[in-house]
């Protein structure tokens, strides 16, 4: 496993984190806890020392997962990053007409913070990212505000916002202002928008870079094909809905033709193609089980993709708008 700066925190983070949504929630189809303790040991095993976690996900079962291991794993040196929603019900992503402190108010946010400790099993959450944002809060960021004054009380030691998928750019104003420690975005093959702006401004800003979704929620891995059936309740029956997973599968396809054989699988390309950006710090890759846990980390140990075949593969970028809305 290779190692990057996570911006100015002085933390060396692994290239390939775990990303550990699908292990706390029922949204990714059934998952044991047994599956989920045991990717979670093989990733660490393979040098990952990177966890992105969410209060929401499983109304906090994923981060107790997570804190039986870092206990299970004595004094490792392990980087666990967590996430608080806004209050709910309202819009998510919020919107511009959304009041900050209605959606994060101050005590609101350190109730949160709390249950996150108590489920993760620490005195101290090494990042706490705020779920989602909006750009109209840009001009009065008070929910970061308290996040500082958690920062100065040793509740957190790293402040962060998960971008809103549809406006990524809207945190590039913050990371310029001082405001962010580190900041969680969607960027890969089809989603390269990043590159433009949010990405030079993470580097430039010495904020450190988290990359969600590296395989479009699975379909750059290479294994979906037009007659894939999703697992009632499963939200990436949402996600693909209609034609959209043979418009997919069409230009996946298209990818590997274009990767011509220079890396083993598609999955592998993907990580790859997001690893070449030296703004990027870890890849949050979603792991199920620990096959899936051993294949990922394995890529860090690989040869870089090469600058030709990473420029051939720009041309894939596909602006699709706000998939996450559904059809």
């Known amino acids: ?18 990303g550990a949504w699908a292990i706390g929630a029922r949204g990714w189809g059934p998952q044991s806890d047994a599956d989920s303790l045991a990717a979670l040991h093989q990733a660490l095993d393979r040098g990952c020392n990177f966890i992105d976690t969410a ?6 079962h994923s981060e107790r997962l997570i804190g039986k291991v870092l206990k299970d794993r004595g004094g490792e040196r392990i980087y666990v990053a967590t996430k608080t929603p806004p209050v709910m019900p309202g819009c998510w992503p919020p919107s511009p ?10 005590t609101y946010l350190r109730n ?6 108590r489920n993760l099993d620490t005195e101290c959450i090494d990042l706490l990212q705020l779920h989602t944002w909006t750009r109209a809060w840009n001009r009065n960021p008070m929910a970061l505000e308290t996040l500082r004054e958690l920062k100065k009380e040793g509740k957190i030691r790293a402040v962060g916002i998960s971008t809103p998928e549809q406006d990524q750019n809207s945190l590039v104003p913050l990371m310029q202002a001082g405001w962010l420690d580190a900041v969680q975005v969607i960027y890969n093959i089809f989603e390269q928008e990043p590159a433009a702006e949010f990405l030079p401004v993470a580097r430039e800003s010495g904020v450190g870079v988290i990359v969600r979704v590296a395989f479009d929620e699975g379909a750059l891995t290479g ?25 997919v599968c069409q230009r996946v396809a ?5 990767v011509n054989g220079e890396e083993k699988d598609m999955a592998t390309a993907a990580l790859k193609f997001i690893l070449k950006h ?5 890849i949050i890759a979603g792991m199920r089980t620990p096959a899936q846990a051993a294949a990922n980390c394995t ?3 690989e040869r870089p993709m090469s600058d030709e075949l990473a420029i051939r593969l720009r041309k894939h970028a596909w602006l699709r708008g706000m998939w996450y809305a559904g059809k």
């Open 55 to 60: 209060l929401g996900y499983g109304d906090g």
């Open 112 to 117: 949160q913070v709390e249950a996150s400790l």
């Open 1 to 18: 496993m290779k190692y990057r700066d996570f911006g100015k925190t002085g933390w060396n983070v692994s290239e390939i984190g775990f």
């Open 223 to 247: 294994k979906f094909t037009q007659d894939t059936i999703f697992t009632e309740g499963e939200f990436r029956a949402n996600y693909f809905a209609g034609d959209r997973l043979p418009r």
């Open 97 to 106: 007409y959304c009041d900050i402190n209605e959606r994060f108010p101050a």
């Open 254 to 258: 298209k990818i590997w033709e274009d």
């Open 299 to 301: 890529v860090s140990d």
């Open 278 to 282: 030296p703004a990027v710090s870890t």
